[in-house]
Structure formats: C-alpha cells, structure tokens
C-alpha cells in the first residue's frame, strides 16, 4: 500500500494582497522680504483642508491587491539660532504646485527654493508638545493685521547660545467640512454654553479646578433648596450662583470658521538637558501673546516621533480653526526683520529680466536672481528702442553717473547724441567729452563768445535760385519757431496777445524772407523802425501781401506828417527782448546772424556727440537758462524732422526747471519714435513735470529708473505697474547704493519690473 504524503500548503506573501504606499514629500525653504505681509495666510489653511479626502478615496484595488496611500498633511517649521532663522514648509510632491502658486499669492515678494531636509534631527533634541489648555471651542487671539505671535517667538534669541537651537513645528491635518459643520453645529455652542455658565473647561483638572467644581455645585444644590423652600415663583427664582462669563471675540468667530486640526511641537537642542527644557519653558511663554479665552501649554514628548506621518504619534491634536492657523503660519513683516537682523530674507524682490533684454547696445545693468545674474539692455526692437527713458533719483543718487556710462554704450553703439546741459558746472557734459573722440564731439559752450549761437534756426534754409513759393514755406516755418522762442522769454508763463504775436510773426516771415540767415535784431528792428520796414517790405511776393498789411498797421502819422511808430502795439514783444539783454551771452546770440552757426541737421546725420553747456554760474536766471535750452532742444527737434535717418538720443537733466522745454518735449515723447529720436530725462519724481507732460511721459512708452534714495513719489505714481509684479515702496527704500528699481517697456511683456545694479 502506497503512503500517501499531503503536499504542503504553498505560502502567500502579504505583500501580494496589500500594498502600503507612503505619501512623498518635498521641502522647501521660503525666503522672505520685508514687504511680506500676513493678510490673507487663512488661504493657506483652507487649500490644506481642499487636499482632504475620504477614507476610501485612499484604498484602491490593483491586480486582485488592495493599495492603501497614506493621506496627506502640510508641516509649516520656524529653525531659530543665535545667527539664523529660517522657515520651511514640507509640502506633498503632488500638492507642490499648487502651494507655491498659493504661497505667491499671500506672499507676493516671497523666494521659494527647495531643500534636502529642515535643518533638526527631530529625535535628538528635547521635544515638547504644545497644546490647548482649555476646550477647543475656545479660541486663541486673531489679529491679522499685526506679527505679534512671531516678533514674541524671535525674543528666544537674545538667551540663545551660539550652538543652541530652537524650533517650532506646526503639523496641519486636513480636516473636512462635515467634521466643521458637526463642530459648529454640536460641540462649540454646547461648550460655550457651558463656559458662559461658569463651568470651568479646563482639559486636564488639578484638585484646585476639582475642588472650584465641587464648590459651584455646593452653591447650585443650595440656591435650589431655597427656592423649593421659600416656595420663589420660576421667574424669580434666586440667583447664587457666579456671574456669567463673557466670550471673546476671536471666540465668538470661532463658531464660524472652518476647523483646520493642528499639532504643534517645541523643539530644543542644547549641550544640557536643563537647558533644553529652560529654552523650552522660556520659548513657551512666547506663546502667551496669543492667549485669549485659551492659551497654549507645553508637556514634554519622551518618545521618539515620526514627522513624516499624517497625525504625529504622541502628540495632541487641537482643533484650531483657519483663522486661528493663520497665527502660525506667518512670514516676518518689515519690522520684525529690522528687529531680529539675523531672519534670513532678501532685502528686494529679486525678479529675473525677460529674455528679451539680455542681448543690445545701451546697458540697464546687472540684474540678480538668487545666485545667478542677468546683464541686461534695453530692447533692441526697432520701435522699442525709440522710446523714452527716465531716470528718477534724488541729488547724489547717481543719475549723473548713470547718464554718463549710457553715453559711452551710445557712443560705441554708433548712435548720435545730444547732451543740454544747464546743471552747476556742465559737469555731466565734462566727463562725456573726456570719453569722446575729437572727431565725433561738437561742443557749444555757450559762455564762450566765439561759441554762441545766433537764435536763428538755420537748419530752415533756401538758396537763392529756389522758387518763390519753397522760400516762403521756409521763411513762415522760422517765424513759427522765432514765435514759440519768444514766448519763452518771461518769467511767468504768460503769453504773447494774438496781435502782437501777428505783428511778430509777419516781421519775422519778412525778414527771413529777405535774409535766411537774418539774426534776431533784425526782426525787432523791423517792428521798431517805419525806414527799416519801408526798406525791407520792398519786392515783397504779392503772397506775403497779408504780412505787409500787418506791418503797416505800426505806423502812424504825427502832426508834422511824419511817420512814427506805434510802439504801444508791440510793448510785450519790446519788454520780452529787453530781457535777452540782461545777459551779454544772450545778447550777442540777440545780436548775431546765422552764417557761422552750426547745422543741427549735418551734424545729427553724422551721429556727432552735441554738448551743449549752459553752466549756471554764468547764467544764473532760471528764465535765460530756460529760452537758450528751449532754442536748443527746438533745433533738436526741427533737424529730427527734416531728417530722421539716423538714431539719435537726447539727454536732458531737470527738464522741470524749464517750463517751456515741457511744453515741447509733450510732443516730442509722442512723436520721437516716428523720428527716430530717443529721449532720457532726469528727474526726482514725475509729479516735478506739468499736468500735460507727466501725462506725455506716461503714456509715451518711456522706460523708468527708480535709483537708490528715490522719493516714495516717484513709486507711487507708477505703483499700478509695480505692485504687479509685488514690488513695494518696502523694496524702493531697501536698495543698496547704485541700484535702481527699474520698469522697462519690452517686446516680450509689455512692461517688466526687475532691480538691477546700475553699470559702474
């Protein structure tokens, strides 16, 4: 008979019909800035409790096994040294996006980089779990408009040995809406209820709290016998017990809030465990500036923790609401970081410039971005590169420097430029001529008698064998400009009346009919002197007929039959050029004809580098300075006009002190990209500027430079642009020396705003 063995039974794994799949985690360290600020951080708790999901939404099956995935939390952890205090969160790689996204938008100036690991070894260090000392349904104090709870924390500092570190670990369970709803609806009025009675809802009860208990009781059983006794009606029942607490604010707001669960541990690592537990209590106490109807007590955690799991082991859980969160979850504001030096932050924004600006010829600077930097240019797009530039900057704070190292780029980069300088002594003018080559420099110092230019706008020129009809166009277009000249001549913004401009300008068409190259006495002359008209409006063109009439309505006959001339008609225009006079280099620019001026027109076309030098110690009226930079920057103007094939940048410091260079450069920012001029203008804020050319400049394109030591003015009047980017008035104030908060028009996104360390 044959033994039968039974064969045996063949062994199942576990691991073939379960699955435990840990849930993985980044870190990331927030870096922050002193514009940060705590408004909004209930957003962070509430995209905590969206990750929450039901028990089975994490049991799935797969080949006949069962998977189960670990459900997800937020840790929020504030690293403290004697030197060092830094903040990072550990995030769900499949929720990270989302949280950086959010991060970005609570803390707009906030640097997010990603780490290893949080810089404690958990389990080697005193730990101490933080804790509700009272029911849940009692809240702590909410005030978001203030770092109270972190400035407390940061005092740990000043007892701080130099190897010594605390922590704080914030661990944010996501908690879901029915589980709220049941403490809004159940739990929290039944306990305030309570707290309004009197009773006491201390969580853990000493024989002290025992013994208060038992007393109220005491009284309870007694005033209840004494009204069955005196027989009291119910409605006036005696009353002995305690009078009634009162609750909260914060309280009465935690009844409304969505609950976010919470585990906070103290961590402490020393050379001594004394000590440990010393920073402990003293770190703990920190914890008392958030005590409302609850506060915060500390009991030591002897066991080895996990940190990487959903509910910490051996460690409370307290149901903190969203807004109650928000005391935890909190990044320093200005005056904290100003208080405790040692918070690690970027003192800026650190943005990177689009990629459009990091190739061209004029340099903006060295943009820095973490540990990489970013040289930058301004736009090299045919039409991008005609705009505007302003740079705005109080006295010293480089705008000079800056103006100086754009000349050499311009230089190098072909381009014309044409410098008006009427500041102190020209020295801006001074050191461009030191990085010129001879050839390429023309400079007109107008202190210097052989360099003074005639008010003639020469590049308005005819020959004689041109037809009758093309030299009076030219001589009507230098009336026009002597015209807006003379209006430049006062002290008070007032205009000419239209009848003395009438005889001005028929005078001047005339003259320059008849003398292309006539100077500016000759037109006065003629308005003054009956001979010097009779002489000069002889063969005149019939088309000038109305200009004749004009002028013959200056004379008048006296009672001898003698023509003289009505002087009373023109007195504005008399009293005007009486001012020329004052000066002797305006006299002689009043006195002299065009033959040996300089054409705008060939120069600019040649890409010439045009100084021109009106230093203030030789021309100390404000209103002189102002008619011979209005002269000059016209000339610009009109040899732009006449031809424009060739690019040409144009550099006016203070242009404010010159009212009517503003009334003019309001057109020319419009129209210079048409023109291929490009304009930079110096100033301390925009607001220096009238109403019309600040409006110019703003909706001209222009680029703008906000140097160091800028005026808060300046930002507030382009904040639209910044703030959208999260700059503040924070990061103006905060830039280091030679380093400007720039907002640079570019092809890729319109308007960039970056801070860049200007060229040196």
Same mark, same amino acid.
């Given at each position: 008979m044959l033994n039968i063995i039974p064969s045996k039974p063949k062994s199942m794994k576990l691991s073939d019909?379960?699955?435990?799949?840990?849930?993985?985690?980044?870190?990331?360290?927030?870096?922050?800035?002193?514009?940060?600020?705590?408004?909004?951080?209930?957003?962070?708790?509430?995209?905590?409790?969206?990750?929450?999901?039901?028990?089975?939404?994490?049991?799935?099956?797969?080949?006949?096994?069962?998977?189960?995935?670990?459900k997800p939390k937020v840790s929020f952890y504030i690293h403290i040294t004697k030197g060092k205090v830094q903040f990072y969160f550990i995030i769900p790689k499949s929720y990270l996006n989302q949280f950086k996204i959010k991060f970005q938008e609570v803390w707009k100036n906030i640097e997010i980089e990603e780490a290893d690991n949080i810089p404690m070894d958990?389990?080697?260090?005193?730990?101490?779990?933080?804790?509700?000392?009272?029911?849940?349904?009692?809240?702590?104090?909410?005030?978001?408009?203030?770092?109270?709870?972190?400035?407390?924390?940061?005092?740990?500092?000043?007892?701080?040995?130099?190897?010594?570190?605390?922590?704080?670990?914030?661990?944010?369970i996501p908690t879901s809406?029915?589980?709220?709803?049941?403490?809004?609806?159940?739990?929290?009025?039944?306990?305030?209820?309570?707290?309004?009675?009197?009773?006491?809802?201390?969580?853990?009860?000493?024989?002290?709290?025992?013994?208060?208990?038992?007393?109220?009781?005491?009284?309870?059983?007694?005033?209840?016998?004494?009204?069955?006794?005196?027989?009291?009606p119910q409605n006036n029942q005696l009353i002995l017990n305690p009078l009634q607490c009162e609750i909260s604010h914060s309280t009465k707001r935690k009844g409304e809030k969505a609950i976010c669960k919470n585990q906070s541990i103290i961590l402490t690592k020393s050379s001594e465990k004394s000590r440990e537990i010393e920073l402990s209590n003293a770190f703990s106490n920190t914890f008392k500036i958030i005590s409302d109807d609850n506060e915060l007590i500390i009991n030591e955690i002897t066991k080895n923790i996990d940190i990487k799991k959903t509910i910490i082991n051996h460690v409370n859980i307290n149901k903190t609401t969203i807004e109650e969160s928000s005391n935890f979850i909190s990044m320093p504001s200005l005056e904290v970081i100003n208080q405790f030096k040692m918070i690690e932050h970027n003192k800026c924004l650190e943005l990177k410039a689009p990629k459009c600006l990091e190739d061209g010829e004029i340099r903006i600077g060295t943009v820095k971005n973490k540990e990489n930097k970013q040289e930058v240019y301004y736009s090299m797009d045919e039409q991008m590169k005609r705009l505007g530039r302003v740079l705005l900057g109080s006295m010293g704070s480089g705008k000079s420097y800056y103006m100086q190292n754009m000349a050499s780029d311009i230089i190098k980069a072909g381009?014309?430029?044409?410098?008006?300088?009427?500041?102190?002594?020209?020295?801006?003018?001074? *050191?461009?001529?030191?990085?010129?080559?001879?050839?390429?420099?023309?400079?007109?110092?107008?202190?210097?008698?052989?360099?003074?230019?005639?008010?003639?706008?020469?590049?308005?020129?005819?020959n004689e064998d041109d037809d009758i009809y093309y030299k009076v166009n030219i001589a009507m277009q230098k009336a026009e400009q002597m015209q807006l000249l003379l209006d430049s001549i006062n002290d008070d913004n007032s205009k000419l009346t239209p009848r003395m401009l009438r005889?001005?300008?028929?005078?001047?068409?005339?003259?320059?009919?008849?003398?292309?190259?006539?100077?500016?006495?000759?037109?006065?002359?003629?308005?003054?002197?009956?001979?010097?008209?009779?002489?000069?409006?002889?063969?005149?063109?019939?088309?000038?007929?109305?200009?004749?009439?004009?002028?013959?309505?200056?004379?008048?006959?006296?009672?001898?039959?003698?023509?003289?001339?009505?002087?009373?008609?023109?007195?504005?225009?008399?009293?005007?050029?009486?001012?020329?006079?004052?000066?002797?280099?305006?006299?002689?620019?009043?006195?002299?004809?065009?033959? *040996?001026?300089?054409?705008?027109?060939?120069?600019?076309?040649?890409?010439?580098?045009?100084?021109?030098?009106?230093?203030?110690?030789?021309?100390k009226s404000r209103m002189i300075r102002n008619v011979i930079a209005t002269y000059f920057l016209n000339k610009v103007w009109i040899s732009k006009q006449i031809d424009c094939s060739t690019h040409t940048e144009l550099f006016?410091?203070?242009?404010?002190?010159?009212?009517?260079?503003?009334?003019?450069?309001?057109?020319?920012?419009?129209?210079?990209?048409?023109?291929?001029?490009?304009?930079?203008?110096?100033?301390?804020?925009?607001?220096?500027?009238?109403?019309?050319?600040?409006?110019?400049v703003l909706a001209s394109g222009s680029s703008y430079l906000l140097l160091q030591g800028c005026d808060v003015k300046a930002f507030k009047e382009l904040s639209t642009y910044f703030e959208k980017d999260g700059y503040s008035e924070i990061d103006l104030a905060e830039l280091d020396r030679y380093n400007a908060l720039c907002l640079i028009k570019n092809e890729e996104q319109g308007y960039s705003s970056f801070i860049c360390k200007l060229p040196s």
């Open positions: 019909y379960y699955e435990y799949r840990k849930c993985e985690y980044s870190i990331i360290r927030l870096v922050p800035t002193k514009s940060n600020k705590n408004n909004n951080t209930e957003q962070i708790a509430s995209l905590i409790n969206k990750m929450f999901k039901q028990s089975n939404k994490y049991i799935n099956q797969a080949s006949k096994k069962l998977i189960i995935v670990q958990i389990n080697s260090c005193s730990k101490f779990d933080l804790h509700y000392k009272y029911d849940e349904s009692l809240s702590l104090a909410v005030d978001k408009r203030n770092n109270d709870l972190l400035n407390s924390n940061m005092t740990i500092t000043s007892i701080l040995e130099e190897n010594e570190m605390v922590g704080i670990l914030y661990n944010f809406e029915k589980e709220s709803n049941y403490f809004r609806s159940n739990t929290y009025p039944r306990a305030i209820q309570r707290y309004k009675n009197g009773e006491n809802l201390k969580k853990s009860k000493n024989i002290k709290d025992l013994s208060v208990i038992a007393l109220k009781n005491f009284i309870s059983l007694i005033n209840d016998l004494l009204n069955y006794i005196l027989n009291v381009r014309g430029l044409v410098v008006i300088d009427y500041i102190d002594k020209c020295q801006l003018s001074d *050191n461009i001529k030191k990085i010129t080559s001879k050839d390429k420099l023309v400079e007109i110092n107008f202190n210097d008698p052989k360099q003074v230019q005639s008010f003639n706008f020469n590049e308005l020129i005819f005889y001005f300008y028929a005078a001047a068409t005339v003259v320059y009919y008849k003398n292309v190259n006539a100077s500016f006495k000759d037109i006065i002359n003629m308005l003054k002197y009956p001979d010097k008209r009779f002489e000069l409006i002889k063969n005149v063109p019939d088309i000038l007929i109305e200009e004749i009439e004009d002028l013959k309505d200056l004379d008048k006959i006296d009672s001898k039959g003698r023509v003289e001339n009505y002087d009373s008609k023109i007195d504005g225009i008399l009293d005007r050029v009486s001012w020329l006079k004052t000066n002797l280099y305006t006299k002689l620019a009043f006195n002299k004809e065009a033959d *040996n001026n300089i054409n705008f027109v060939e120069v600019m076309k040649q890409n010439k580098v045009i100084l021109i030098k009106i230093p203030e110690q030789y021309f006016f410091d203070e242009i404010h002190q010159c009212y009517n260079c503003q009334l003019l450069m309001q057109n020319i920012l419009v129209e210079c990209r048409k023109f291929q001029l490009t304009p930079t203008l110096a100033l301390h804020y925009l607001d220096q500027l009238t109403p019309k050319c600040k409006n110019s």
